[in-house]
């Protein structure tokens, strides 16, 4: 099957933007190459190794290189006429040529093809990402998270990923019950697990993203902790015998990296689920649309506790009650 890999042309600030736009539009999944992560020393700024040839060999422009399935390969053509808007409407954002390079590739060769720039880093004060075929020394404190993300998103280098994980490190608490929606590679159901939590239901309504989120919670040694499942949400959860006991007012914690739109609709059931004093992390939400979420909050019954910003994003924490 030739899948299409679409390669943007962008800078370090716009990135995390493209890369969104690209998954709104259908992309399976999408990376990004660049040089500025990396410090002066030649060292990744939340890397722990970096090879020096693979520094070398990085562009100068940030890339996004972002794939779409035969079936979806009109995707690539809408985020053309997205990043035209995005050209004309910056935002305020040095967003470079965002020209698009595009070419043809086997499942095989995009599964691959960014493993080279996947590296262990640390993510807030003790979680460490670390690809399944990397090696890594932990200090005492670490907590180590093992990944491979597939075409599923979520490798923990994008904003709102790391942000969500930063969020995860503050709220989470040993024996919560957790829901992770829109889960993809695993990696918030996988921390909240290594950091406490006793019971954890991750949720996609894409199967191959469950499929990768399964692998990955197997390959922490976490099957026992995180059941998987697809879902659109929350619906359709507290029908099943299998799921109840996550879903009718126990839950202590719903955790969703998802869009500003997706989250404002997942507020009213996820209000539902959670036990009172229960919190929600979200993330996924671009600075524009921030104030949207706060109101959606406050008119679904939470209470804001806490953000935090990076680049263009937004990450939030609200409790029930």
Known sequence: MKFVEATVHTTTEAADLVAEFAREEGALGAYIIDKNDLDQRGEAARWDTID???????????????????????????LRERLDVLLGES??????????????????????????????????????????????????????????????????????????????????????????????????????AKLGASRVLAVDQDPDAIKVA??????????????????????????????????????????ANILADVVIRLMPSAFTALRTGGKMVVSGIIKDRAEDTRDAFRRAGFTAESERTSGEWVAMVARKG
Do not use: C
Not at 92 to 121: H, Q, S
């Open 52 to 78: 020096e040839e693979t520094l070398k060999g990085m562009p100068e422009d940030a890339l996004v290189r972002a794939v779409f399935a035969p079936e979806r390969a009109g995707g690539v053509k809408a």
């Open 214 to 255: 399964q692998e990955n919670v197997e390959r922490n040694g976490l099957a026992d902790f995180i059941r998987t499942g697809t879902a659109d949400l929350l619906e359709g959860l507290e029908d099943s015998a299998d799921t109840r006991a996550y879903v009718i007012g126990r839950a202590d914690l719903i955790i």
């Open 91 to 192: 935002f305020g954002l040095n967003v470079g040529a965002l020209t698009i390079e595009t070419r043809e590739l086997d499942d095989a060769d995009w599964a691959d093809a960014w493993k080279k720039y996947f590296k262990p880093f640390r993510v807030g004060s003790r979680l460490i990402i670390k690809p399944s075929w990397e090696d890594f020394s932990p200090a005492p404190t670490d907590v180590v998270l093992e990944l491979d993300p597939g075409m599923a998103f979520g490798t923990g280098t994008h904003e709102t990923t790391a942000l969500s994980l930063e969020l995860l490190e503050d709220v989470v608490r040993a024996g919560d019950i957790a829901l992770d929606v829109g889960t993809g590679s695993g990696i918030l159901a996988i921390a909240a």
